[in-house]
């Protein structure tokens, strides 16, 4: 950190903030008390999907064969009452070495387009780009422009998105990253919503136990050309939750 200048890399939550098609919107109202000598309070009551808006996937979100990250049973662990394991009060903090890597920016468009896939070749060419060499810990962002596409014609953002293919899980496995996250629903690409299937999903958390940070904002960065930051998140202490919204810092 050599300026302190800190960019929040969190979309507004709200009921018309990006959340995964057909969940319930986030819900909001306030209480108030007035009386009449002036003085009163108000609150606010909320209900809200743990995934939404900007946020962060636990490693209990999703499952194959049965089996969670490390092994554990799924049919055992997870239940109307929320997790016993992997859950994300686990993750008291996410706390490293941020890397914005600017796929729209290094193709030279504002976003790139539904269903474009970007590959691992494709993350190594834009570090090279940007000078920037990925280290083991480090938390990696890509921009891929799609959360421009959500201002100007929502219909379009949620029918799909560009993003990761799977040539990326071995390049995350080699390079060690701590966690993963986009400007877009899911960070994987999609032709449509809903996908036929997961599969970077599946991959990067039950096979990698890499935790993935969705709809993310992340133009001002990309912006203002900030490829290396200092990256913090806390998740909700959620107990036994699968997932968190949250406010993620770039503090460069």
Known sequence: VMEGRVYSLSMPLEADGPQ????????????????????????????LHSH??????????????????????????????GATRNSIDNVPAIVGRGILLDIAGWKGVRHLSLGEPISA??????????????KPGDIVLVNT???????????????????LDMSTIKWLHKHDVSAIGADNHGIE????????????HFAAIRDLGLYLIENLKLQSLADD???????????????NAVGSPLNPLAIV
């Open 20 to 47: 995964w098609p057909g969940r319930h919107k986030t819900w909001q109202t306030t209480s108030i008390a007035n009386f009449e000598d002036g003085y009163g309070g108000a609150d606010d009551i909320l209900m």
């Open 145 to 163: 422009g799609w959360m421009n596409v959500f201002g100007q014609d929502r219909a379009l953002f949620d029918s799909g998105e560009p993003g």
């Open 225 to 239: 050309k900030r490829y290396e930051f200092l990256f913090v998140a806390a998740p909700l202490q959620l107990k």
């Open 189 to 200: 690409v999609m032709a449509s919503i809903p996908p036929e299937g997961l599969p970077f």
């Open 121 to 134: 070749s494709d993350l190594d060419q834009c570090a090279a780009g940007q000078n920037v060499t990925i």
């Open 52 to 81: 939404s808006g900007t946020h962060m996937d636990s490693l209990c979100h999703l499952w194959v064969d049965h089996q969670l990250y490390n092994g554990f049973d799924a049919r055992e662990h997870v239940t109307s009452f």
